[in-house]
Structure formats: structure tokens, C-alpha cells
């Protein structure tokens, strides 16, 4: 009865197993929260007195504003990219997009044609079949035109284990690969076969560069079955495996290159872009900021310029995982938190050997936190401005945080989620009423 038993339990075992390209990451400290991100959080609840406009709009990754033209749209998770009108508050479906749609930019200096990303939702049927990449959306039209589906073939990912986690100069050692653009071979999309390219498995978000010619985008990882808001992703949490890269499509040259991999969770993208000192005088942007989400710290990746090929950590420790970016008028960085930091993250982390038998276990059987909220950085990423964490029961899930010209637009890309949530400007950010960030008209 014993063997018998046995027999059974190693069954289950061999049954449940992950599958090879779902590998648990050497051990990471996580770090605690610092005491800069705890001085400025805030001591009420500001997510909590959200109101509420849309209220039929259904969960959304995104909301790009065009204030000076009274509306918005929303990249939804029902397959729509939707329209809101600012003034009264409706919002209907605008046009029906390949696969879902989730990071959004309008095209610097046009107001009429709009970038996303299209990619697979767990549990989602789209009504025809697509290619994840990056899409292009005329207003004036309504037409949708693919523009980026496939990457030049990247070289192998780092083995786990390879290499430490300790940081010397700011430069990152032994975790992440940062491509110099000056030095990095680009592959014309004309060129592109199945030898030599790949499809995009996963885009997730996008930033443009100033002069619209250059779009960086975030490849969580590439493995089968990526999609949005999945099991995979849960993996990808429970791994911290570094699968994930950055990628630049040049609509000038009409080629791709890859920027950096051997990163974890790759989401949020923007560019240090605005001014001469963040482009070193070359008129191209020369560094990113990305978001590793499960490792809860945000990353600048230098592409350009005298540290070129380097990385350095702007926040790490964060109270929940960071997701989507953005800047107001100002300069200054939002980042959105979707969910709070489970207090069994860093003990999981550290005990990389757990991970086998807690990769066999469904995703439902494991805590999750409820908690969401956002942070403000200062224009370097470096030091904390504000921070405010929400327990939930208002907006959930909040992927994006756009500043507008009256208030901050707060995303929520929960399946429940019914409606577009805005809070006012808390007094700590000291913004004027009236401002219009520039941010917020052009869709950045």
C-alpha cells in the first residue's frame, strides 16, 4: 500500500512539473522597503476618493488623453480600444482591435494616428486570428494597420546562476545585457524570414521617441503560451527568471534591433527624452527607464552616450509591483503599482529551492494582495516624491497613471472593473491647477 501510494505521489509529481523553459532564477535578496519611500507615503487613502467617469467602460491597460480635444481612449481588455468624452463622461467603443490592446502612445506631433500593442489575455477569444506587435490606429479613420510583428532572432538567454547580483559604478553585473544602438546590428524588416526573425510573442508596453521615428518595446518573455494576465505570468513571478527584453523598431530605416534581455519582467517603458542634457547633445534619446514588476524596482539602461551598454537601479524595495510609466509637465515619473508585495515574496526569493513544488501549485492556491496605488519620482527616478497604496476596494489592479490637466487618471485593468477612476492632485505634488501636462495632450 505504501509503494502504492508512493507510486501515486511521484506521478503527480512527474505530472505537475513544469515545463523545461520555466526556470527558477539563484537566489535574490529582495530588499525592504527604504525609509525615502516610506517618509513620503501618504497617511490617507487618495485612490479611495476617486471618482468615477465612464462608468461603462469595461477593465483597461492604458487610457491615452487628447484633452485638447475633449476625450480619451482606452485600450480594453474586451478586444475595443474605447473613446471616453471628457465633458459628459460617456464612453462607447471606438474601434475593434487585433488581440488586445495595452500600451499606447499618439505619434509626437500628430494627433491622428495612434501606436499599441497587441497581445494575447488569458482567457480571451479574439473574433479573428492576429499577430502580436505594434499597431498603428488612424482616428480620422478608424483604420488599423500593423507596423511591428517580428524581431530579429536575439542571442540565448544567460543560463540561471550564471554570474552574481552584486552592482559596482551603478553598472549592473551579471544580470541584465544592455545593446549599445550605435553598435547593435539592426535587421530591415524586409529582410526578415523564418532563419534569421521571430514573431513577437508578447508586447506589452511601448514610448516613441521625440521625433516619432523610434519605438522601444517591452517583451515580458517569449516562451509559449505568453499572454497577458496568465499562468504564465504567475510562473514568471514565482521564477523571477530573466526572460525579459527590449526591443527598438525604427520606422525610418523600417528595421528592428534588440536594446537589452537577460531582464525580469520587462513592462513599463519611458524614455529620457525632453531636453538636451538627457540626450547628451546627439538629438536621440540615450537611456530608458523599464520596470522589472515581480522584482518590485525600476531600472535606467543606458543606449547612448559615455555610459552606453550599462544599467543602474533607480528604486528597488518598492510596496507593490510597478507596472506601467509615465511623466507629467514637470518631468516628473509616475509609476503605477498593481498590486501590493506579498509578504512571503522576499523569504520565497531567498529559498530558491522551494520553487520546484510551489511551480506545481495552481495559481489560486496561493495569497494574493489586493492593495494598489502609485508613486511620483523626481525626473532622475531617484528620489521619492510621493507615494499612496489603496487597500482595493474602490479601484483595483491599477496598471497606468496618467496625469491630466485637472486631476490623475488611474487605469484599472481588473475583470471586474467597470468605469475610468481620477483623483485630484495631492497637495505633496504642489501642481498648480491648470497645468496641462504635456504628457497628458500628447499621449506620452
Known sequence: MVGGLAVVVLGA?????????????????????????????????????????????????????????????LTARDGWIWRLELGSGK????????????????????????????????????????????????LSTREIRALALRVPLPPPLKPEGEGGTGRAGGVLNGEGAVYPLATTPALRFADMTEANSRPMAFCNDLDISEDGQRIYVSEPYDYPGAAMGNEAAFREAISLARNGRLWMFDL???????????????DGVLLDSGSESARGGTGREESIVITETPKFRLLRLFVGGPKAGTAEVLQEGLPGMPD???????????????????????????????????????????????ETGYLVLDPSGRQPLYLTLHDGHRVSSISKVNPGRDGI????????????????????????????PGGAASGR
Request: proline share 9%; hydrophobic share 40%.
Open 13 to 73: 509529481w512527474l505530472l505537475s512539473m513544469p515545463p523545461a523553459y520555466i526556470r527558477p532564477a539563484e537566489a535574490y535578496l529582495l530588499p525592504e522597503t527604504s525609509a525615502a519611500l516610506l517618509a513620503v507615503k501618504a497617511t490617507s487613502d487618495d485612490v479611495g476618493t476617486a471618482v468615477l467617469t465612464g462608468p461603462t467602460a469595461p477593465g483597461h491597460d492604458d487610457v491615452v488623453l487628447q484633452e485638447e480635444r475633449g476625450q480619451a481612449f
Open 409 to 436: 487618471f488611474l487605469t484599472s485593468f481588473d475583470h471586474d472593473n467597470q468605469g475610468v477612476h481620477v483623483v485630484g492632485y495631492p497637495a505633496a505634488l504642489a501642481l498648480q491647477q491648470g497645468n496641462q
Open 324 to 370: 506601467g510609466l509615465s511623466r507629467d509637465e514637470r518631468g516628473r515619473i509616475y509609476v503605477a503599482l498593481y498590486r501590493g508585495r506579498p509578504g512571503s515574496a522576499a523569504w520565497i526569493h531567498a529559498n530558491p529551492w522551494i520553487k520546484p513544488l510551489l511551480l506545481r501549485l495552481p495559481p489560486a492556491l496561493f495569497p494574493i494582495s489586493h
Open 252 to 266: 525610418e530605416s523600417k528595421s528592428a534591433r534588440l536594446v537589452a534581455q537577460d531582464f525580469h519582467f520587462v
Open 91 to 138: 464612453a462607447k467603443r471606438f474601434v475593434r482591435t487585433p488581440l488586445v490592446a495595452s500600451g499606447a502612445k499618439f505619434l509626437p506631433r500628430d494627433p491622428d494616428r495612434m501606436l499599441f500593442c497587441a497581445s494575447h489575455l488569458y482567457g480571451f477569444k479574439p473574433e479573428h486570428e492576429a499577430s502580436v506587435g505594434v499597431y498603428e490606429l488612424r
